[in-house]
């Protein structure tokens, strides 16, 4: 299963709108900022799939996005440990903060190489 690494920029777009929740079924990734956002905004996440039965509509603007959004892909991190993906949002942050890469994709793309790179050669 592919990761999707959810930062402020695209947090809208996995916010369910009809129970102001957000389900991280395992196959997101969340940065410290998109935490930070939706502890600011009041919207619960939920560790775990979507239940049964629950409708997550979304605002049309958040759809819109959505339908346009890339998809990430980092098929070597597809089996990330809890730790990797720690290593990995630590290592986007350099990245952004250091080096102004700004790009979800880019940066999820960087992150999980330097991280297996690192891996490989420990």
Excluded at 48 to 72: D, L, W
Excluded at 76 to 87: I, K, N, Q, V, W
Aim: charged letters at 20%; hydrophobic letters at 40%.
């Amino acid at each position: 299963m592919k990761k999707k690494l959810v930062g402020v920029e695209n947090l809208d777009q996995y916010i369910c709108q009809d129970t102001n929740t957000l389900y991280a079924d395992g196959s997101i990734i969340l940065t410290a900022g998109a935490k930070d956002a939706l502890s600011k905004r009041g919207i619960t996440v939920v560790y775990g799939p979507k239940p049964e039965g629950v409708a997550c509509g979304q605002p049309a603007h958040a759809a819109a996005h959505a339908a346009n959004a890339p998809v990430q892909d980092g098929g070597e991190a597809s089996d990330a440990s809890e730790e990797d993906e720690r290593l990995i949002l630590a290592v986007a942050s350099v990245l952004k903060e250091k080096y102004g890469i700004n790009d979800l994709n880019t940066l999820y793309t960087l992150s999980t190489k330097v991280v297996m790179t690192v891996k490989v050669n420990l």
